[in-house]
């Protein structure tokens, strides 16, 4: 039996999906954040803030921000004084991300290219890892969450944005409505790729319900696992430690 994985709503080959989503990316990653505006209302920029506050960063310490290649949550981090590395699959993204902290002068980022099942980071490197808007996205969700609790140090936190299902009924209609008819036609406006943003929306559908993702999380070996919906779950901050 083939082995598959969900690109959309399309099943393909499993080792075909991390360069199909890299070339997703690699399309739209100059007006990634004005899509993310676009679709939003802005909105993503309070979530990030949200997630940060939760995440507590501080001083000196190290964490991972995976998937972060256009700089987002690891510049609201490195504030802090976290000695932040920004890693993606996708080299563009990332480029994007070098270019934004050059023009702002922000020094002491480092930037490396991860694929989140297959870190080359050794074991016990970080004191956090944080990953937004990128995990669904992955092939085998078990192993990037084993890839994150193996990274991080005893009493080393993980922390996930991810969109999910909203439990608000009028609310998930209206959004689903939304997001299937005008989100890919925003994606062909704005970035001229209607199909890569079609992709976006369709891999939302796909990812697990915000329960079925926590326990990933506790299987993977995190505990005291949290989840914190927000606006019914269309968006989920997912927490746990490494014992």
């Given at each position: 039996m083939n082995d598959t994985a969900s690109f959309g709503y399309k099943d393909v080959p499993a080792d075909e999906k991390a360069s199909m989503v890299r070339s997703v990316f690699s399309g739209v990653a100059s007006r990634y954040d004005l899509m993310n505006?676009?679709?939003?209302?802005?909105?993503?920029?309070?979530?990030?803030?949200?997630?940060?506050?939760?995440?507590?960063?501080?001083?000196?310490e190290a964490i991972l921000d995976m998937a972060?290649?256009?700089?987002?949550?690891?510049f609201r981090m490195h504030k802090a004084g976290a000695h932040?590395?920004?890693?993606?699959?996708?080299?563009?993204m990332l480029a994007v991300g070098q270019e934004r902290?050059?023009?702002?002068?922000?020094?002491?980022?480092?930037?490396?290219?991860?694929?989140?099942?297959?870190?080359?980071?050794?074991?016990?490197s970080f004191d956090a890892y944080t990953i937004a808007f990128g995990i669904r996205?992955?092939?085998?969700?078990d192993k990037a969450l084993a890839e994150a609790h193996r990274v991080l140090k005893f009493g080393g936190r993980f922390y996930c944005l991810e969109f999910s299902t909203t439990t608000w009924p009028g609310f998930a209609n209206v959004y689903d409505a939304y997001s299937h008819r005008?989100?890919?036609?925003l994606g062909k406006l704005?970035?001229?790729?209607?199909?890569?943003?079609?992709?976006?929306?369709?891999?939302?559908?796909?990812?697990?319900?915000?329960?079925?993702f926590e326990r990933m999380i506790r299987a993977?070996?995190?505990?005291?696992?949290?989840?914190?919906p927000i606006l019914g779950g269309l968006v989920a901050i997912h927490s746990g430690w490494k014992a």
């Open positions: 505006d676009a679709m939003s209302g802005g909105a993503h920029r309070l979530w990030k803030d949200q997630f940060v506050r939760r995440v507590k960063p501080r001083a000196g972060g290649g256009t700089g987002d949550i690891a932040v590395t920004v890693s993606d699959i996708n080299p563009e902290a050059e023009k702002r002068k922000l020094e002491g980022l480092s930037w490396s290219e991860q694929n989140a099942e297959e870190l080359t980071f050794a074991d016990r996205n992955v092939t085998y969700i005008l989100v890919p036609k704005l970035a001229k790729d209607e199909e890569s943003y079609r992709y976006l929306i369709e891999s939302i559908r796909r990812f697990p319900p915000m329960p079925e993977a070996g995190f505990t005291q696992t949290k989840v914190e």
